[in-house]
């Protein structure tokens, strides 16, 4: 029998949500990501670590096809979710970023009111039969995003009117009230205070009960609290993947092991 591990940071053995094999990124001539291939888990926070430039976006932005959306930007060999290949012709890639959300690295609002940020995506997708149903998805995704109690009073003014971090979580918000099996978070914290990005870990962790969550982040510490599994990319390599305990520990490559220690990045 597997025994239960003691504490929430170990992984534990789960499904694979999403199987990438030998992806290439090129943004016309630069090569960004070399021959990267990696199993992410269902159920598990994994976290993307490595020094400014290694590809950490490119690839995040390769798991829902937001490259698709960059010009110059080539995407070869095969990534598949739940067994399905996402780079399939009959994949209409709308459906695919509802299943796979994202939280980008810097927040984006959509030019709407508060409380229409959150009801698009529920409206879109038919979550809500009625106005009491879609006004308890957006206090449940606010109260998710950690900041209801900033927004409940004023749902009707515009999301780009709020702070920064305000901004962000919003757009947490966003990214969960359509209720994704993936959630992909580019340095979700970047722009939040210690109280907002505690609240925002404590969503993480509460989120891989359902969804594989994969999260981009330059805090070390973070990626030690948050995360079951580490990759470490440098210089559009995956160089090591495995359990966050071990890459913070014991890690195999001297790479990854000058990155955590603060001799490169
Ligand atoms: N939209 C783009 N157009 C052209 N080149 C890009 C684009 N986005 C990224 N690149 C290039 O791809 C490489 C990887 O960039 P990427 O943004 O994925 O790195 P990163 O690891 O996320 O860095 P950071 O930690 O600074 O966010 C870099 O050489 C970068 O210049
Ligand atoms: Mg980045």
Request: glycine residues 6%.
């Amino acid at each position: 029998m597997y025994d239960a591990p003691s504490t929430t940071k170990e992984a534990v053995v789960t499904d694979v949500k999403i199987q990438a094999n030998d992806v290439q990124v090129y943004y016309a001539d630069n090569h960004a990501i070399k021959d990267v291939s990696v199993a992410i888990q269902d159920k598990t926070v994994t976290a993307f670590i490595g020094p400014s430039g290694c590809g950490k976006s490119t690839f995040l932005r390769c798991l829902n096809r937001m490259n698709d959306t960059i010009d110059i930007c080539r995407v070869h060999g095969k990534i598949e979710i739940d067994g399905e290949d996402i780079y399939d012709k009959r994949v209409d890639p709308v459906q695919l970023r509802a299943k796979v959300g994202m939280v980008f690295q810097k927040p984006n609002p959509f030019p709407k009111s508060i409380y229409d940020n959150i009801a698009y995506g529920p409206r879109i997708h038919g979550m809500a039969r009625n106005k009491a149903e879609l006004d308890e998805i957006v206090e449940r995704a606010l109260r998710r995003g950690a900041i209801w109690d900033e927004v409940k009073d004023r749902l009707n003014a515009p999301g780009t009117g709020l702070s920064g971090g305000q901004q962000q979580r919003l757009c947490i918000a966003r990214a969960v009230a359509t209720e994704p099996e993936v959630l992909l978070m580019d340095e979700p914290c970047s722009a939040l205070d210690p109280i907002a990005t505690a609240q925002v870990e404590e969503l993480i962790d509460e989120l891989r009960q359902n969804y594989a969550v994969v999260i981009v982040t330059h805090s070390m510490q973070q990626a030690a609290r948050v995360s079951q599994r580490t990759a470490f990319f440098h210089l559009g390599h995956l160089v090591e993947y495995d359990d966050t305990s071990k890459i913070f520990t014991n890690p195999e490559d001297s790479r990854t092991e000058s990155y955590i220690t603060g001799r490169i990045g």
